[in-house]
């Protein structure tokens, strides 16, 4: 087990080696949608590519999940499949968002011989996600 210190340090070290091997500006928080971003998250059990839509607005943050439903089949057949959708993904403060993302399980940010299988499925799919929505933002914007 380690210390929050040392879990602070390594995981510093993750995003730093990531950087390295991958050195390039993502999209993330870039999508010129409010409240809509593109995210990596990784912990002892998991990573993820994200997409996160939290609209203050309901109605707008549906709207918005709902334009990525419809280019569901698109999304999955050309770019990345076995993505999972949730209109309603709570977080752990309570706020309700829309969520879609793809997994690779059974990792750990704690044991770098894991590292490079993270930084490979990270690259893979954010860049597949980021090419989606640079074809198709025009109409995932038009709400």
């Known amino acids: 087990m380690y210390s929050k210190e040392e879990t602070q340090k390594l995981k510093r070290e993750f995003w730093v080696a990531f950087a390295d091997k991958y050195p390039r500006k993502w ?3 870039d999508t010129k949608i409010k409240d809509f971003s593109f995210k990596f998250y990784v912990d002892n059990k998991k990573a993820q590519v994200l997409i996160d839509i939290e609209h203050r607005n309901d109605e707008k943050r549906i709207a918005y999940f709902e334009k990525l439903g419809a280019l569901k089949n698109i999304l999955e057949e050309e770019f990345v499949p076995a993505l999972v959708f949730e209109k309603n993904f709570v977080l752990e403060n309570g ?4 969520r879609i993302w793809v997994e690779k399980l059974n990792v750990s940010v ?3 011989k894991y590292w490079d299988e993270i930084f490979a ?3 893979e799919k954010m860049n597949a996600l ?3 929505y640079l074809e198709y933002d025009d109409f995932i914007k038009d709400i």
Not at 95 to 98: C, E, H, T, V, Y
């Open 130 to 132: 980021e090419l989606f």
């Open 95 to 98: 706020k309700a968002i829309s």
């Open 121 to 123: 499925f990270f690259n």
């Open 27 to 29: 999209l993330l928080y």
């Open 110 to 112: 704690s044991n770098r």
